[in-house]
């Protein structure tokens, strides 16, 4: 069974940094679509960024590529999100999304929660204050 384990939020200044992890397990790591998804109250869901762990470019929302940077660390199954400059417009609950079993990264834009069998954490709180 797919888990996402999220961590990593909090409270900070605007102009302050953050960085988000999340951990996989019950998947193959490496052919699977994962992202960084988030909603602030009386909002819909916004896609942050999604890649394909198996390699290739990573889809990031434009008003977010020039602050926020996805990466993972295959070893430990954890996909991160550091998140710089941050403003008060990011405040949200931010959430880890995945979906396995993916062989090409054609499948792995932000669009891919759109789907089924998409596994979601339980998410993060990101508060910044101005």
């Known amino acids: 069974q797919v888990q996402l384990v999220e961590s990593g939020g909090g409270s900070v200044k605007a102009g302050g940094s953050l960085r988000l992890s999340c951990v996989a397990s019950?998947?193959?790591?490496?052919?699977?679509?994962m992202g960084w998804f988030r909603q602030a109250p009386g909002k819909e869901r916004e896609g942050v960024a999604a890649?394909?762990?198996?390699?290739?470019?990573?889809d990031y929302a434009d008003a977010m590529k020039d602050r926020f940077t996805v990466s993972q660390d295959d070893s430990k199954r954890t996909l991160y999100l550091q998140m710089n400059s941050l403003k008060p417009e990011d405040t949200a609950m931010y959430y880890c999304?995945?979906?396995?079993?993916?062989?090409?990264?054609?499948?792995?834009?932000?669009?891919?929660?759109?789907?089924?069998?998409?596994?979601w954490g339980q998410g993060t709180q990101v508060t910044v204050a101005s």
């Open positions: 890649l394909f762990t198996g390699g290739g470019s990573i």
């Open positions: 999304a995945a979906l396995s079993r993916v062989y090409s990264a054609s499948w792995c834009d932000r669009q891919f929660v759109d789907g089924r069998h998409v596994k």
């Open positions: 019950g998947l193959t790591y490496s052919t699977a679509c």
